[in-house]
């Protein structure tokens, strides 16, 4: 993994900087995982920010690398993407509003940059909630494999 651009380092310290106020205490390790779903320009499984990340942390194990995106997911900075046909899990950084689409056939994973205004009015219309963030998955035939 690169090293951080500026706006991503930032993302990382806010993100950080709300954990601490809420009595969440950050390791080495969490800084390192967190940094890697910023910079991740992919939607990375588990075991490979593990495989990633274990040259830096010899002494990290896999479930370190879960432990951490769990408090990533109930602080709702990160998502879980399932794919069909596949067990593992992969794992997106909710640093901006977005759209995943997903392959059917092959399972791969791409952000679209979308504005769902009417969308976000709409649910918060129908719910009553105030929204925050907005993750949809779409699934479809990726262009790859539908020349197959």
């Not at 310290?13 to 080495?28: F, H, M, N, W, Y």
């Not at 899990?89 to 009417?118: Q, W």
């Not at 909630?129 to 262009?143: E, F």
């Amino acid at each position: 993994m690169n090293a951080l651009h500026r706006h991503e380092e930032e993302r990382v310290e806010e993100v950080l900087q709300s954990l601490r106020a809420k009595g969440i205490r950050i390791t080495d390790t969490r800084r390192a995982v967190l940094s890697y779903l910023v910079a991740s320009h992919e939607h990375p499984s588990a075991e490979k920010i593990y495989r990633d990340l274990l040259p830096q942390f010899p002494s990290m194990s896999l479930a370190t690398v879960y432990n951490n995106i769990k408090v990533f997911i109930d602080e709702g900075v990160v998502s879980e993407i399932k794919v069909r046909n596949d067990t593992t899990t992969y794992f997106d950084f909710m640093g901006h509003d977005h759209l995943n689409v997903v392959c059917e056939k092959c399972g791969r994973i791409a952000d679209v940059d979308i504005e769902v205004p009417d969308l976000r009015e709409e649910a918060a219309s129908q719910s009553g909630y105030q929204i925050t963030k907005t993750q949809m998955t779409v699934y479809g035939i990726c262009p790859d494999c539908q020349k197959n």
